[in-house]
């Protein structure tokens, strides 16, 4: 076999494999649940580290409204840092292969969402409020479209 053939095939191997890595990324690996939700298959671990974030987020839903109704604006400010973007980075590589896209964008846009309660409460309570409400939508539209399953719970 002839250098030009072998980096030929090389080539293409490499491109079916980047293509095929792409659209995991896209698709992840969901199936259609009984309920019409996607239900995202994923490891026991990786499905417990994802409930485990959405538990926090909604502790700190909980927090951001106590926090407004004592119009405590610095703990608004460190509650909405913890789970906002900086909290991205825990995620493993090959968990987020298994999310479809519009999972991820949810995700991150919630992520970004608590960062712009963060900035809400140098405006006040109100303002507070307000960006919580509009991400809270985001938690509703996700609940509605997904579910997180094993493979031995499907």
């Known amino acids: 076999m002839n250098a030009k053939l072998l980096a030929i095939i090389a080539i293409v191997l490499w491109a079916g494999s980047a293509a095929f890595v792409g659209f995991k990324f896209i698709s992840g690996t969901t199936l259609t649940a009984t309920d019409g939700r996607a239900a995202i298959v994923l490891e026991h671990a990786e499905r417990d580290f994802i409930l485990t974030e959405m538990r926090g987020f909604l502790v700190a839903v909980q927090e951001v409204i106590s926090a407004a109704n004592k119009n405590d604006m610095d703990s608004i400010k460190k509650t909405s ?68 399953t094993t493979a031995d719970q499907k």
């Open 81 to 148: 840092h913890r789970v906002g973007m900086a909290e991205v980075a825990g995620v493993a590589p090959e968990t987020m292969l298994k999310l479809p896209m519009a999972f991820k964008q949810l995700g991150m846009s919630t992520h970004e969402g608590f960062d712009e309660i963060g900035l809400a409460a140098e405006i006040g309570p109100d303002a507070v409020l307000d960006a919580l409400d509009a991400n809270l939508s985001k938690c509703i539209a996700c609940h509605e479209s997904y579910r997180l």
